[in-house]
């Protein structure tokens, strides 16, 4: 099985920063890595597929980035509905999809 | 798009059964690969099953292999999952997602994959 590493697990910032979460493959699985929002009592949302491709409907101030075994989700100017669990999956190995284990973001 | 909505969780005695419903209100239930997702308590995501386009083809995470069983029924929209011999760490709550759209797929598999929308969720519970 594919291991994905999400660092840090948990992080505090206030409306307004930046912050990056980083998703780190055990192995390299090309771009096939997508993100999600998990929020308290919510349904997932996909926010990025295949790496850096922003799905529908979701704000630019969500970005995604690198290939093979680093990733990185940055959201710029947070707002208050962005504190949230986020996840990372990879869909490198067919029929057998990996979640990181979580970023929980939370307002400071 | 359509919207996702399970029903069926509830709580259950270690070794029983359940099954779990997904109705898609949408008009492309059918080009579409579907997936069961688990959210454990304070744990992560954790994916379960897919089932492809015409239910020739599904496959399990390999703790619910053998016990869980996926299916769908195209003419009325709808994904299932029967869960049998449950145990206490099946206790979760089940999410049903689409894949990627149909241009990423074919019946025998999807050149990438990724899961969206998914439905709210139902409370499955096993407890004695």
């Known amino acids: 099985d594919i291991q994905l590493t999400q660092s840090p697990s948990s992080l505090s910032a206030s409306v307004g920063d930046r912050v990056t979460i980083t998703c780190r493959a055990g192995?390299?699985?090309?771009?096939?890595l997508n993100w999600y929002q998990k929020r308290p009592e919510r349904a997932p949302k996909l926010l990025i597929y295949a790496a850096s491709t922003l799905q529908s409907g979701v704000p630019s101030r969500f970005t995604g980035s690198g290939s093979e075994t680093d990733f990185t989700l940055t959201i710029s100017d947070l707002q208050p509905e962005d504190f949230a669990t986020y996840y990372c999956?990879?869909?490198?190995?067919?029929?057998?999809?990996?979640f990181g284990q979580g970023t929980r973001l939370e307002i400071k | 798009e359509g919207q996702l909505v399970e029903s069926g969780g509830a709580l259950v005695q270690p070794g029983g059964s359940l099954r779990l419903s997904c109705a898609d209100s949408?008009?492309?239930?059918?080009?579409?690969?579907m997936h069961w997702i688990r959210h454990v308590p304070g744990k992560g995501l954790e994916w379960v099953s897919e089932i492809n386009l015409d239910g020739t083809t599904t496959d399990y995470e390999g703790s619910v292999r053998g016990r869980f069983t996926i299916s769908r029924d195209n003419a009325k929209s709808t994904l299932y999952l029967q869960m049998n011999d449950l145990r206490v760490v099946d206790t979760a709550v089940y999410f049903c997602a689409r894949g990627p759209p149909p241009q990423y797929c074919t019946t025998t598999r999807c050149y990438i994959n990724w899961f969206d929308p998914w439905g709210q969720g139902t409370l499955v519970t096993v407890s004695s």
């Open positions: 192995q390299s699985i090309g771009n096939y």
């Open positions: 949408g008009l492309s239930f059918s080009e579409h690969w």
């Open positions: 999956q990879e869909s490198y190995s067919s029929r057998m999809y990996t």
